[in-house]
Structure formats: C-alpha cells, structure tokens
C-alpha cells in the first residue's frame, strides 16, 4: 500500500511558522521570569512616580532670612509680601551678620536684606534691596534671586500709590506662555521619564536576557534547528516589542491621570513615534549582547551606550544649548534626543509636524541602520 508523502510547505508559511513558535517560545520565557515582569510592568511605574513627585526644577518653600532694619509701614509691608508668597519661607534675623551665620549653616539658602530708611528712599526712588545667595547652586539660586525680585516689584507697582509715589517704570513687560502656562516642569520632565522606561525595556533588558540565553547556552541549542537568523532576530524582538508599548500605555497614562500632563497631540502619533524609539533600542540591545556574550559585560555596555546619555544628553533635564559645542555634536547620535522633542511636542504643543517629521526621519533611519547590523553580526555559528 502506497502511502502518500505530504507535500512540504511553502518556504514563506514555513519561515512564518517558524518565527511564531520562536515569538512564543520567548513570550512563556517572559511570563516564567519574573525579572522581565518587574522590569517591564513593575519598574515603569515606579520611575515615573519617582521622578515625577521626586524631580522638579521648581522652587517652593524655600527657607531665607529676613533683615528688616527698622519698623516703617513700607518695610514691613514688603516684608509681609515675602510671607505670603509660595514660594519663600521667610524667618525674620535681627542684623545680617545673624543672617550671614544662618547662610553659613545652610539653615537658610538666601538673604533678603531691607535696609534702614527703605520709606524714605522708596519716595524718593532710590530704594535698595539686597538679595544675597550663596552661589552654590547656581541655577537655584539664580530662580531664588528671580523669585524674590519679582516679588519685590510686584510689591512696588501695588504699593507706590499708596505711599505717594508715582510708579513709572522704564519699560511694561508683557509675557506669554503658550505651552506650559502654569510654568510647572513637571510638565515637561515628566513626558521624559517615558524615554528612560522605554529605554531600560528596549536596550537593557533585551542586552541583559539575550546575553544570558548565550551563557546558559540556549542560543546554541538554537543554532542547531532549522531556524534562521532573521527569524531569531523576529522572535526576540516582537515580544520585547510588545512589552515596550505595554510600557508606554502605562506612562501615558499615569502621566495624565496622576500628574495631570495635557496630551494635545494625537496619540496614535505619539505611538508611532515611541514604536520607532522602541525599535532602535531593541536594536541596540541585541547588537550589544551580540557582541557581548556575557551578562555584566552587556549591562555595563548597555548602560554607558544608552541609558546615561538618554538621561544626560537628550534634553530631558538639561539644556542641550548650553553645553560645549563638542558635546552637542555628540548629542545628535543619542536616539534618545529626538524621541524627547517629540515627546514634549506632542504632549504639550501637539503635532506641530515641523518638528515631529525630522525628528521621526531620524529614528526610523536609525532603526533601519541597527538592525541591519544586528542581522549582519547574528550568524548561526558558534566562533
């Protein structure tokens, strides 16, 4: 009896078959690590709680001596203006060398000095008010020295007529805020935070768990089956891929329910732009752990290649202008750079695609270049 021999599938449904047994073979080792859920699900939520209540750049409450020298009705009502202000905690100091030692001590971070006659040179338009900090911050004390100089003359404009006095002032300032009104930084390191979570899902955690399959050696017992090395390549990224995005569901989220961060833009535009933020630091994680077949040797490499410059060279804290120019040369190979404009654009000015379209070219032409070599670097051989 002659039995008939299945004809063999087509190689495109055989290729397609193969990746998605590759696709859940990775998916059960995720849900069996819990190091993957934690990284993934748990760590997210936590970096973004953590920096959006821990990390601001704005100043409240902020502890400083009062030297009011004399009792005069104007001294004590600017005085006054300091208490009520948010943004200062005023203690009142006899002399300034009592204040000195406070300042010393760091028991306060500024001075505000309203020296003897202050009524009398104010009617006269020649009042003085020293505001003293100690440099050692600077950009702090540079928002201290503002704060206080703005509620001095807010104070001036309302009580000059009071007092008698005619406010002229040289020039009348008018401001706009359009993006971010309430002046809160929150606003904007917030949407930042989603290119350090999508980072440790993308290039750490996907350098950390392949590098370990090479040391287990369960990329050799890979190697032997019929599977290519594009479909390895598929089958670690779609998992991790989806992790990521689960990722970015979660940010976005706490983003606008916890911490109030207006989303303007679209957000199927917001997904598109964290898909191809994803794909280049999947990219660069299976590049390193390519090369760096070894846990600690990977993590370190991974470290130093993209998280630390996604925190310090992609303008999500600092101001990418006032570094050296060296260094902002260096800044326009950070992936995480671009994926920050886009950020902030779509969450707080919407999408303005004068900005996203450039930004966006450069991650795809990114993506596209890493995998390329990451395809070009994972052969299925053992030396």
């Known amino acids: 009896m002659n039995v008939p021999i299945p004809n063999p599938p087509p190689p495109a449904f055989a290729s397609l078959r193969r990746t998605l047994a590759l696709v859940y073979k990775e998916s059960v080792q995720i849900l069996r690590d819990p190091s993957s859920i934690a990284i993934s699900i748990v760590l997210p939520i936590v970096l973004i709680v953590l920096f959006g209540y821990g990390l601001s750049l704005d100043i409240q409450q902020v502890p400083i001596a009062l030297v009011v020298e004399g009792s005069s009705p104007a001294a004590t009502s600017l005085a006054g203006s300091f208490r009520l202000t948010r943004y200062f905690n005023p203690q009142t100091v006899p002399t300034l060398h009592a204040a000195e030692i406070l300042l010393q001590q760091r028991r306060v971070l500024g001075i505000v000095w309203i020296r003897q006659g202050f009524s009398r040179d104010f009617q006269a338009r020649r009042a003085r008010v020293a505001v003293l900090v100690p440099g050692a911050d600077v950009n702090r004390d540079r928002l201290i020295q503002g704060y206080a100089t703005s509620v001095i003359q807010q104070w001036s404009q309302q009580h000059a007529g009071r007092l008698g006095v005619v406010w002229q002032p040289g020039a009348t300032l008018e401001s706009r805020v359009w993006f971010n009104d309430a002046m809160r930084s929150r606003l904007f390191l917030v949407p930042g935070v989603i290119v350090l979570v999508m980072t440790l899902i993308g290039a750490l955690m996907t350098a950390l768990v392949v590098s370990r399959e090479w040391e287990r050696g369960t990329m050799e017992s890979l190697f032997v089956t019929p599977v290519r090395a ?66 600690f040797v990977a993590i370190q490499v ?18 990418l202008r006032s570094m050296p120019s060296f260094i902002q040369a260096v800044t326009f190979v950070v992936p995480a750079r671009y994926y920050v404009a886009i950020l902030q654009t779509i969450f707080l000015a919407g999408d303005v695609w004068a900005v996203l379209l450039p930004n966006g070219a450069v991650l795809l032409a990114m993506a596209v270049v890493l995998l390329a070599l990451t395809r070009a670097k994972t052969r299925k051989r053992l030396l």
Do not use: H, R
């Open 230 to 295: 594009g479909e390895i390549l598929l089958g670690k990224t779609i998992p991790y891929f989806m992790l990521g995005m689960i990722g970015l569901a979660l940010c976005i989220f706490s983003a606008t329910v916890l911490f109030k961060v207006p989303l303007i833009g679209s957000v199927w535009v917001l997904a598109f732009a964290s898909g191809l933020y994803l794909l280049v630091a999947l990219a660069l994680g299976l590049l390193i752990s390519t090369v760096a077949k070894n846990q």
């Open 302 to 319: 991974a470290m130093l290649v993209t998280f630390l410059p996604a925190f310090i060279l992609s303008g999500f804290i600092f101001d």
